[in-house]
């Protein structure tokens, strides 16, 4: 499990696989409704308190064991938030799509309202991983929460000034309005600086790999690599015209189908027809 080859094929596939379990529960809760997400949410409580107990628990230990337990602790805490934001339950105050033709600043404080709630929260995760890490010498599991916090900040960024791609296709209904945040365009001024940033972001870990001492050293540096190594491909996947669903989309069942449209009631004896509810998905 030293191998360099060995710890990137581990990351990757604990990243494809952690990303389409989430994504599978969360579509299984779209067709079961009522209060699906809401349970989800509270039978995942194990996994925060597991990636909580594990960051702990790793905090001096120096071997290859405690930089893997350390990476999957921290994937761990960020896996929950993730399922507790695309559930519904941690999401923000505003719960409407943006009006199409909003200004810049309005559009800004309607999207920072429409993920406040999951914004505090991983501040508050990485707050307390930090003050968690304070003296200790196993620091891979704090570096891999960085690492996903400012790489998710980034893309939120890029998908907020406008990117030429934009996937909706996973969007939960909870979520449905979010899409209307998003703006289609074909650059904006931050993407080339998050892909520089990522990038040396990449060549750092990599130093650190090859100068390393140990073979944790080596292994937690690696992980770290290969992590802002997908965040970067996940950005370009925002530009780059290629299936990146098609990765998940074989797993997850179809879609909860919309309803069918009742038919018109005749009209009443006041001669008023009572309005239908109609309900739209938006992609």
Request: aromatic share 14%; net charge positive.
């Amino acid at each position: 499990m030293t191998n360099p080859w060995v710890v990137s094929i581990t990351a990757l596939f604990v990243w494809w696989f952690s990303t389409g379990a989430i994504l599978w529960r969360v579509r299984h809760a779209d067709r079961q409704g009522g209060s699906a997400h809401h349970l989800s949410v509270f039978l995942g409580l194990p996994l925060l308190f597991l990636g909580y107990y594990g960051l702990n628990a790793t905090l001096d230990d120096q071997t290859v064991t405690g930089a893997y337990v350390a990476f999957l602790s921290a994937l761990a805490v960020w896996g929950w938030i993730e399922l507790a934001f695309l559930s519904g339950v941690i999401t923000g105050p505003n719960t409407r799509p943006c009006p199409p033709f909003a200004p810049l600043w309005e559009r800004f404080l309607r999207a920072t309202g429409t993920i406040l709630w999951h914004e505090i929260a991983l501040i508050t995760a990485l707050l307390s991983i930090v003050w968690l890490s304070q003296g200790a010498t196993n620091i891979f599991g704090l570096w891999t929460f960085v690492v996903l916090f400012f790489a998710r900040i980034s893309a939120k960024l890029n998908l907020f000034f406008g990117v030429p791609r934009i996937n909706t296709e996973f969007l939960p209904i909870p979520l449905a309005h979010l899409a209307s945040h998003f703006r289609h365009a074909s650059m904006n001024w931050i993407f080339p600086i998050s892909i520089t940033a990522l990038s040396f972001a990449i060549s750092c870990w990599l130093e650190r790999a090859i100068a390393a001492q140990t073979d944790a050293s080596l292994v937690g540096h690696m992980l770290l690599a290969a992590l802002t190594a997908l965040a970067l491909l996940e950005h370009w996947f925002m530009v780059v015209p290629l299936p990146d669903q098609k990765l998940w989309r074989w797993m997850l069942p179809d879609p909860t189908p919309p309803p069918a449209p009742r038919k018109a009631r005749a009209p009443s004896a006041m001669g008023t027809t009572p309005p239908e509810a109609l309900s739209t998905a938006r992609n």
